[in-house]
């Protein structure tokens, strides 16, 4: 503990790093419903597309991804917000143009 005591400020843990995004799924219901129905539905809506596409949804578009755009979505749910807001994520062009015209729908 005397060791401990002594130590400089510089060499003891510092505080976590504060978590970037939303929080995890489980607890949307409570925290944002509406948030959790979109969730809902464009988990549904990826997982449809990706069966379509024979690939499995990760591929299609990251979970992280999907989670962001249905936490915070576009204050304007159309075509060119939602494909700006895959954009601002990192998806990719190919990833957006499948992806987009199921998360309007599901965002919608």
């Known amino acids: ?54 690939m499995p949804q990760e591929n299609l578009i990251t979970p992280d991804t999907v989670r962001r755009v249905c936490w915070e979505p576009p204050a304007q749910v159309d075509t060119e917000s939602v494909a700006s807001a895959l954009a601002g994520y990192g998806a990719r062009r190919w990833q957006i143009e499948q992806v987009t015209p199921a998360l309007v729908a599901a965002l919608a």
């Open 1 to 54: 503990m005397d060791r401990a005591k002594a130590l400089p400020d510089a060499e003891l843990p510092q505080p976590g790093q504060t978590v970037s995004g939303p929080p995890p799924p489980r607890s949307w219901a409570d925290r944002d419903p509406a948030a959790a129905a979109r969730l809902s539905a464009a988990r549904a809506a990826v997982s449809a597309l990706a069966e379509r596409l024979n």
